[in-house]
């Protein structure tokens, strides 16, 4: 049974850094574009970044671009999110999700998600 774990959340300032990790168990990644997602409170889930392993890294949303990328550990079946220069309206709760084939910034062409991990950026 394919799932995703997700990991690395937490409060951070201003300006700082963190990043989340998505393990995943049950599948190969080789065959699976991994997107990160995110829910803010009172908003909608929205696209942020995603990869696939033919492809690399697609960017789903402007107000990330030069902060956010993303990564893949073969050998620990895990995709990273190294989040910098974090405002505080990058607070959500970040996804991982699992979608056959290409990316897509829209989360609900995803199959497979993880529970989420709070990211809180505040001074």
């Known amino acids: 049974q394919p799932q995703l774990a997700e990991s690395g959340g937490g409060l951070v300032q201003p300006g700082g850094s963190l990043r989340l990790s998505c393990a995943a168990s049950?599948?190969?990644?080789?065959?699976?574009?991994i997107g990160w997602c995110r829910q803010a409170p009172g908003k909608e889930r929205e696209g942020v970044l995603c990869f696939r392993s033919s492809a690399g890294s697609t960017n789903h949303a402007d107000s990330v671009k030069g902060r956010f990328t993303v990564s893949r550990d073969n050998a620990k079946n895990t995709v990273y999110l190294q989040m910098n220069s974090l405002k505080p309206e990058d607070t959500a709760i970040y996804y991982c999700?699992?979608?056959?084939?290409?990316?897509?910034?829209?989360?609900?062409?995803?199959?497979?998600w993880g529970q989420g991990t709070q990211v809180t950026v505040s001074s």
């Open positions: 049950g599948f190969t990644l080789d065959y699976y574009a």
């Open positions: 999700a699992r979608k056959s084939y290409y990316c897509s910034g829209n989360p609900r062409e995803y199959d497979t």
